[in-house]
Nanobody
C-alpha cells in the first residue's frame, strides 16, 4: 500500500525558510510523479510544485517560482520542498501527492494518493 508522510512544517517569520519532506513507502518512488499542494483556510487546494519521476522536469506555481525548489532522492524515497523568502500568504496546510505516471500535472484530480498534510504558518 502506497503511503506518503509529510514533515517539516512549522511557524516561521516572514523572509524565513523551511524544508518540507515527503517520505514515500510501499512502492519504489521512481514509479511516481510527486506534487506538492497547499490549502489555506477558506480556499481551494492549489498545486505548488511538481517533479516528474526521474527528477528531470519540475514546475512551479507562479507565486512561488524563484523562492521554492522541489527535489527528490529516489534512493531515500523522499521528495523535498525547500521554501525560502516565505511570505504570510504562503500560510497553509501543505500536502504531497503521488501520481502513478512519470509526468506531472497541476490538477488535484490527477493525483492518486495523498499524505495527511503539514501546517506551515508564516507570521511575525
Amino acid at each position: 500500500q502506497l503511503q506518503l508522510v509529510e514533515s517539516g512544517g512549522g511557524l516561521v517569520q516572514p523572509g524565513g525558510s523551511l524544508r518540507l519532506s515527503c517520505a514515500v513507502s510501499g512502492f519504489p518512488l521512481d514509479m511516481f510523479a510527486i506534487g506538492w499542494f497547499r490549502q489555506a483556510p477558506g480556499k481551494e487546494r492549489e498545486g505548488v510544485s511538481c517533479i516528474n519521476s526521474s527528477g528531470g522536469s519540475t514546475n512551479y506555481l507562479g507565486s512561488v517560482k524563484g523562492r521554492f525548489t522541489i527535489s527528490r532522492d529516489n534512493a531515500k524515497k523522499t521528495v523535498y520542498l525547500q521554501m525560502n523568502s516565505l511570505k504570510p500568504e504562503d500560510t497553509a496546510v501543505y500536502y504531497c501527492a503521488a501520481r502513478l505516471t512519470p509526468l506531472c500535472t497541476s490538477s488535484v484530480s490527477g493525483f492518486d494518493s495523498w499524505g495527511q498534510g503539514t501546517q506551515v504558518t508564516v507570521s511575525s
